[in-house]
């Protein structure tokens, strides 16, 4: 596990968006596992600027994305697929027909889950898969307790989860309940994972999950299992760590 300290949000995001164009300019053609969230809104930022000066070419990359809510249409502005439109795919040359995310308009649970194990193993599998960190320790949706070996599956989402995204909604029964993600052993299958954070609130977490037991309890600490992890956290993230 290597961890890369950055001063703030935007070295942090810049040190991130390294890594993914390193990627996308030795594979051309690789398939990147991607999040959403607030913490890699700066990194996809930074990936536009610098296809934008013509360093970056996205035309033979697949993306695969972590997650996304069940019941909401792509062109609801809370879907994950319309943030991945509105902070990187509609500003960048890549091929739309390759950008995947778990079908939250499929009523059916495990036919979702099952389609899209099948249009991961179709790609080839993650190349590089970026990753943000919960207050608790999740990654995608995968909650604590949530089972190691889990594939692609349909989420509960906590109380706390579902407070936590009433902001965006107009009412709390606006915000869905059920979400599909890949699970962990679909994360640790990737060749390399990336691990964006920032901000002291997260500061106890990264402590906990990169330096404490591997637990279910804790969903990231299985990624100190993973032979190829970057974390990219700032100087407040990191300030519990020596």
Known sequence: MKIVRAKDYNDMSRKAANIISAQVIMK???????ATGSTPIGTYAQLV??????????????????????????????????????NLFSKVNINLKR?????????????ACSDYDKVIASVG??????????????????EPGT???AE????????????????FFASIDDVPKQAYTMGIKTIMQAK?????????????????????????????SVLQLHN?????????????VK
């Not at 950008?99 to 036919?111: A, I, N, Y």
């Not at 599998?125 to 995968?142: K, R, S, T």
């Not at 330096?211 to 279910?216: D, L, M, S, V, Y």
């Not at 992890?229 to 990191?238: G, Y």
């Open 99 to 111: 950008t995947f995310l778990p079908d939250g308009m499929e009523p059916d649970s495990e036919k």
């Open 228 to 240: 190829d992890v970057t974390i990219v956290a700032d100087e407040a993230a990191l300030s519990l």
């Open 125 to 142: 599998g993650v190349d590089l898969q970026l990753l943000g960190l919960g207050h608790n320790g999740h990654i995608g949706f995968n």
């Open 147 to 149: 089972a190691f070996e």
């Open 28 to 34: 051309p053609n690789c398939v990147l596992g991607l």
């Open 192 to 220: 390399k994972i990336l691990v964006v954070v920032s901000g002291e609130d997260k500061a106890a977490i990264i402590k906990e999950a990169f330096f404490g037991p591997i637990t279910p309890q804790v969903q990231a």
């Open 49 to 86: 600027e610098w296809y934008e000066k013509g360093d970056l070419d996205f035309s033979e990359v697949t993306t695969v994305n972590l997650d996304e809510y069940k019941g909401l249409p792509r062109d609801n502005d809370q879907s994950y697929y319309y943030f991945m439109n509105n």
């Open 152 to 167: 692609t599956h349909c989420v509960n989402l906590t109380e706390s989860t579902v407070k936590a995204n009433q902001r």
